[in-house]
């Protein structure tokens, strides 16, 4: 199996594709992905497998996150002042097509976005809400300390854990 990572985000149509894979109230319309397309930070990266798009995970500075119903300064202590925000990274989101699950897949993208980050230098947090066991299995073994939980993420019926990982 050969892994391959990108930091140039693929066409619209195979982003929307990611999409697909979230409960009907988390899916992004066309026109709400095009902007997260344009202001996705360039530690985010695409990886694809033997040569086919596998996964990616699409972080924003956390300055721009601003869910609709969602307060998004309802954060950790850490991160509560203007400074800090604006060297805080925001994982948008993680996703793997199904296929590639259950290999180990998403912890390598989630280390090497992680190692970009670290050479990028720029950002101090990385932090974002995990809201399946293997992805707040994966953050946990990248050190995060989650600090609260959402019980009905966006109406979606998966709780969210709130984490924190110092870079």
Not at 19 to 25: P, Q, R, V, Y
Not at 38 to 49: F, G, I
Request: net charge negative; glycine share 8%.
């Amino acid at each position: 199996m050969r892994l391959n990572f990108s930091h140039t985000c693929p066409s619209l149509r195979q982003t929307m594709r990611f999409e697909e894979l979230f409960e009907s109230g988390l899916q992004l319309s066309q026109e709400e992905r095009i902007n997260l397309n344009e202001r996705c930070l360039d530690s985010s990266a695409w990886l694809y497998v033997d040569g086919c798009l596998a996964g990616e995970q699409v972080l924003v500075n956390a300055t721009d996150f601003a869910p609709e119903g969602v307060d998004p300064w309802d954060l950790p202590e850490i991160i509560k002042t203007a400074k800090r925000r604006l060297h805080t990274a925001y994982v948008y989101s993680t996703a793997l097509f199904p296929e590639f699950r259950g290999m180990g897949i998403g912890l390598i993208l989630s280390t090497y976005v992680l190692g970009h980050l670290r050479g990028y230098g720029h950002y101090r947090l990385l932090t974002g809400h995990a809201t399946t066991s293997g992805m707040c299995a994966i953050r946990n073994k990248l050190g995060a300390v989650c600090s609260s939980t959402h019980e009905d993420w966006f109406g979606s019926g998966r709780k969210a854990e709130y984490y924190v990982i110092t870079i």
